[in-house]
């Protein structure tokens, strides 16, 4: 599985770029807008093919969730541990985690949880740079949820992150800081399917 989060920032071009990205077989976008208000949110994905709705993730404005057929939300780690979510009715819920530990002990509600920084980040200068979370996957014990590898991910070392047990990945820096973001992400599929 391969996952695209949104920058917070407006890119130009940005839907159509992510239009292009499911055409390609981009399995899920998490749409990561938290400082946007709900009208500009519901403009922003009005601009996404409605046939890709089913596959976007909400990590703010849930409530516009009906109106889009979104049936996906993430939470942050911090919300997630202060009990500021709350499983839904016919959704499909993700979080963060940034230790194996906090993963392992994750219940099955959860689809898929994000670890992270697996390697120094692309859009976070100096964020991970001794990071040991790809070393320290040998250690899962919770196969009930999914593990999805973020930070510093792109066409070079993805074939690792899978090697290392990863059941997908996130990218973020190597697709919205790349002048090639198309090309990039064609990459990054091929080199996991290889």
Known sequence: MIIVITPEEHIQ?????????????????H????FI????MEVFIQKIDMNFHSRLVLHSH???AREFNISRFHFREIDRQNGLFKPFKN???????HDIETFNELHEEWD???ISPVFPSISKKGYGKDSTILNDMKKRSNSAVKLIALGGINENNIHEVFNSGADGV?????????????KVF???RQNVLS
Do not use: M
């Open 13 to 29: 071009n940005e839907t159509e770029l992510i239009n292009e990205l499911f055409h390609e077989r981009l399995d899920l976008l």
């Open 112 to 114: 898929y949880a994000f």
């Open 31 to 34: 749409i990561r807008k938290t």
């Open 91 to 97: 959704k499909l819920i993700s979080t963060s985690v």
């Open 186 to 188: 064609r990459k990054c």
């Open 37 to 40: 208000s709900q009208e500009e």
């Open 170 to 182: 996130a990218l973020l820096g190597a697709i919205w800081k790349s002048n090639q973001p198309l």
């Open 62 to 64: 849930y409530d516009i």
